[in-house]
């Protein structure tokens, strides 16, 4: 049974930095092209950053761009987003995900998803 499970969420300051972490099991990733999304409460979805099954080719959103990086560890079948100069708006359950066949940016394309793990960013 594939399992994905993000950590590394809490509350920080405006400003601070958080690292994401997305442990994948139930089958090995190392070919999969994988994604980090976000949902703030009463919005949909969001794409945020999505890396290829390599690492050589990653994808971020306009609003995070220059702030967030995403970066894998395929021999450890782990995904992470780092996340620096936090805002208020950042602030939303973000979701790690297996991509399927499509555009990166596209969260239905993605077949598999994470329960996801809370960031809240005080002003």
């Known amino acids: 049974q594939v399992q994905l499970a993000e950590s590394g969420g809490g509350l920080v300051q405006a400003g601070g930095s958080l690292r994401l972490s997305c442990a994948a099991s139930?089958?090995?990733?190392?070919?999969?092209?994988m994604g980090w999304f976000r949902q703030a409460p009463g919005k949909e979805r969001e794409f945020v950053a999505a890396?290829?099954?390599?690492?050589?080719?990653?994808y971020y959103a306009d609003s995070v761009k220059g702030r967030f990086t995403i970066s894998r560890t395929n021999a450890k079948n782990t995904v992470y987003l780092q996340m620096n100069s936090l805002k208020p708006e950042d602030t939303a359950v973000y979701y790690c995900?297996?991509?399927?066949?499509?555009?990166?940016?596209?969260?239905?394309?993605?077949?598999?998803w994470g329960q996801g793990t809370q960031v809240t960013v005080s002003s």
């Open positions: 890396i290829n099954w390599t690492g050589g080719s990653t």
């Open positions: 139930g089958r090995t990733f190392s070919r999969d092209n």
């Open positions: 995900a297996v991509k399927g066949s499509g555009s990166y940016y596209e969260s239905s394309v993605y077949d598999y």
